[in-house]
């Protein structure tokens, strides 16, 4: 079961509340009506709003339970989800000095909150905001750019696409197969091109065309990784020298799947190329991504999105509150 089957629920719950709401009053109300009491608009609207009143009390009686587990419960849950050794314990000693043996539900989650932050796009208020995205080949950069581009599209904002990862024929045709499909420019060259040559056009036609947003894919794999990671800082410093203080985000995409070893990526991709914020793709897979507590715990960067599948409306904004609950769910 993934781990995002809990948001579909959550949607199942109110669902259900809303049909609690119609059947009462096409229920009781509508009987009335049929025996020729007349039933006032105002009566109608006030039933609902109870009913609406007494189904979320009682969805918040259930929010309200507050199971315990024990710290070695917690233990399992913390490292089978790829919390990482050093901050699981670091997370168990917190709570054993101010809870004990046995700790709240809600005191983990409360803890386990200190060390996630969500923070949206960075944009400029005029010119083009450029937003790089970077990390490992399969993580799902071109994806999640497909994906970004049509909620940034949705939002009214002109979006261009640039093709930077030149290594693989097949990754400047997937990123092409996308614009198409969702209805946004694309800058390309020819496969083995300079990826920087690429930024370089991409920036200057959206300044020429009033560009709001470049989203910019890279390569994940080159012949070798010192490769990359001087490729990947060449096309940051075209960037910068093409509009200033620009890329606004360089945003680093890690899967899910990756366990701990996402902590390794992002402390390589970070110290070599620097990094604004996170993605984390794939949570619609069985894997919990607790990495992201080490990563915000050693590095400070912040998750802007989460990605639950392969389809372009796929795509969450991060919430801490929900992707802690999501974290728990089934478990405890
Ligand atoms: N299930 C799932 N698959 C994803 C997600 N994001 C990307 N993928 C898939 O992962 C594979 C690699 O994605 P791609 O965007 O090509 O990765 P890139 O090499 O980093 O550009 C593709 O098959 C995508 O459809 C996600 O959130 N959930
Ligand atoms: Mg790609």
Request: glycine share 8%.
């Amino acid at each position: 079961m993934g781990m995002f089957d809990f948001l579909k629920k959550a949607l199942k719950k109110t669902k259900k509340a809303i049909k609690e709401v119609v059947d009462s009053v096409s229920g009781e109300e509508l009987e009335e009506l049929d025996e020729g009491t007349e039933v006032t608009a105002q009566e109608v609207a006030k039933a609902s709003a109870d009913s609406i009143t007494k189904s979320q009390s009682k969805l918040k009686k259930k929010s309200k339970r507050d199971p315990k587990i024990t710290l070695e419960t917690l233990e399992e849950i913390l490292l089978s989800s790829d919390a990482g050794l050093e901050l699981t314990e670091e997370i168990l000693e917190r709570l054993e000095e101010e809870e004990g043996d046995v700790v709240r539900l809600s005191k983990v989650k409360e803890v386990l909150k200190n060390y996630l932050v969500f923070e949206p796009l960075n944009f400029r208020r005029s010119g083009p905001s450029v937003f790089m995205f970077i990390g490992v080949n399969g993580s799902g950069k071109t994806t999640t750019i497909a994906k970004v581009s049509k909620r940034l599209k949705d939002e009214g904002r002109k979006v261009l696409l640039a093709a930077g990862d030149t290594f693989r024929a097949a990754a400047i045709e997937q990123l092409e197969w996308w614009a198409k499909k969702i209805g946004v420019d694309i800058v390309k060259h020819q496969q083995g091109s300079d990826a920087a040559a690429v930024a370089y056009d991409a920036v200057e036609a959206a300044v020429a065309r009033g560009v709001d947003v470049v989203l910019v894919d890279t390569a994940g794999r080159l012949h070798n990784k010192m490769q990359l990671m001087e490729e990947l800082l060449k096309v940051k410093r075209v960037i910068g020298k093409k509009v200033l203080d620009e890329p606004r985000e360089i945003l680093l995409v890690l899967d899910a799947n990756n366990g701990q070893n996402a902590v390794v990526q992002a402390e390589k991709f970070s110290r070599e190329v620097g990094t604004t914020g996170v993605i984390v793709t794939k949570l619609d897979s069985s894997a919990k991504a607790g990495f992201v507590f080490s990563i915000y715990k050693k590095l400070g960067l912040p998750v802007k999105f989460i990605g639950v599948g392969e389809k372009v409306e796929d795509l969450y904004e991060f919430s801490p509150d929900e992707f802690i609950d999501a974290f728990f769910d089934g478990l405890v």
